[in-house]
């Protein structure tokens, strides 16, 4: 069989994982199986991806993101897809971290730092289950563009609380960089869901990190989003 053929016929993956250097070397690895692998940096690429894609084989996500838990995230995928198997991968090692990512439906969970032959060998593994074996239900319809909006609403709705906590934190400990990092994933997903006044909010909080008008401006724009929760976005 020629290359592009195989290739053709490879698993196609979804990767999650923030750090840069873990996702090349992640996607790499798994592009070795061979697979076809999507990278998404964080919860809301993922979700854009996983909505306007044919279907994965499997998904792979970091267990801790910076716009969403890997646990919120996978809930969010699964009513794209319930029977899709999903592997994380998270530094920590402590059982009740695994016990709860468990719970929460992932059918495996890898530690980092992770090696290639580990990586491969559980995702073969979770490639072949058969899907009773997870017990989860069968494949659903795809859901219409309605309903994928208020899943991305649901999951922004969710994470934005620890969001502007890290912000607030990082511009009180003068770590602006760090706060920059934030507020740029939440403008980022701000334009998923049509959040454009707490967009135009991050967007001055960003230029003006040390401005007290800024941060409050922020912080109303939060706690209006969050008020509206379930309605119109502000």
């Keep these: ?52 894609s044919d279907g994965f084989a499997l998904w792979l996500v970091d267990a801790r993101l910076p716009d969403a838990g890997g646990a919120a995230l996978l809930a ?16 920590s090692r402590e059982p009740a971290c695994v016990a709860a990512l468990r719970a929460a439906g992932f059918d495996g969970v890898l530690h980092k730092p992770l090696g290639v032959a580990a990586l491969h060998a559980a995702v073969r593994a979770a490639l072949q289950a058969p899907p009773g074996s997870r017990g989860v239900p069968a494949p659903s319809p795809r ?58 909010a991050v967007r001055a909080l960003q230029s003006e990190p040390e401005s007290l008008d800024a941060l409050r401006r922020f912080g109303a724009c939060v706690d209006a989003v969050l008020a509206l929760a379930g309605g119109a976005l502000a």
């Design 1 to 52: 069989m020629k290359r592009g053929a195989m290739d053709a016929c490879a698993p196609r993956i979804l990767l999650v994982e923030d750090d840069a250097t873990s996702r090349a070397f992640l996607a790499g690895a798994l592009a070795a199986l061979p697979a076809r692998v999507a990278a998404a940096p964080g919860a809301g690429e993922a979700l854009a991806i996983a909505a306007s």
């Design 76 to 91: 969010a995928l699964r009513l794209l897809a319930p029977a899709t198997p999903a592997l994380a991968h998270t530094a």
């Design 143 to 200: 859901i219409d563009a309605a309903a994928r909006r208020a899943m991305l609403r649901a999951l922004f709705h969710a994470e934005l609380p620890v969001q502007r906590a890290a912000i607030e934190e990082a511009i009180a400990a003068g770590d602006v960089a760090a706060a920059r990092g934030v507020m740029h994933r939440l403008r980022a997903s701000c334009g998923f869901v049509g959040a454009g006044a707490l967009g135009e």
